[in-house]
């Protein structure tokens, strides 16, 4: 019994660190202008979402999710040049981290 209720707390442990953020996309990827990011949250979250090309952040900006799916705009980025970046979206425990392919602007 002691075995099985150690079992149990440990995999409640690690359900509590879990991120809050499932199936982040971009939509359409890659894209020229009006792309979206698509993200089912697991519970009401503030974060920041940052681009960065090559290691150096290009820009950022702060969102809120709210539970369930999620569509944020990507316009505040739309003349950014050609080229291959990384949106980082942080909760301030967890970072998720999508490529997205920028074609002309």
């Known amino acids: 019994t002691h075995q099985v209720r ?19 996309k971009i939509v359409p990827n ?13 519970a009401e979250k503030d974060c920041e979402l940052t681009l960065s090309q090559s290691g150096l952040c290009i820009g950022a900006i702060n969102i809120y999710l709210n539970e369930g799916q999620n569509q944020i705009s990507l316009q505040s ?4 040049p050609s080229g291959i ?21």
Do not use: C
């Open 6 to 24: 150690i079992l149990v707390n440990s995999y409640l442990e690690v359900a509590q660190n879990e991120s809050p953020v499932r199936d982040m």
């Open 30 to 42: 890659p894209s020229v202008r009006d792309a979206y990011l698509w993200v089912y949250a697991t």
């Open 77 to 80: 980025f739309d003349d950014i």
């Open 85 to 105: 970046y990384f949106i980082q979206l942080h909760d301030g425990k967890h970072t998720n981290v999508l490529k997205w392919v920028k074609t002309g602007y």
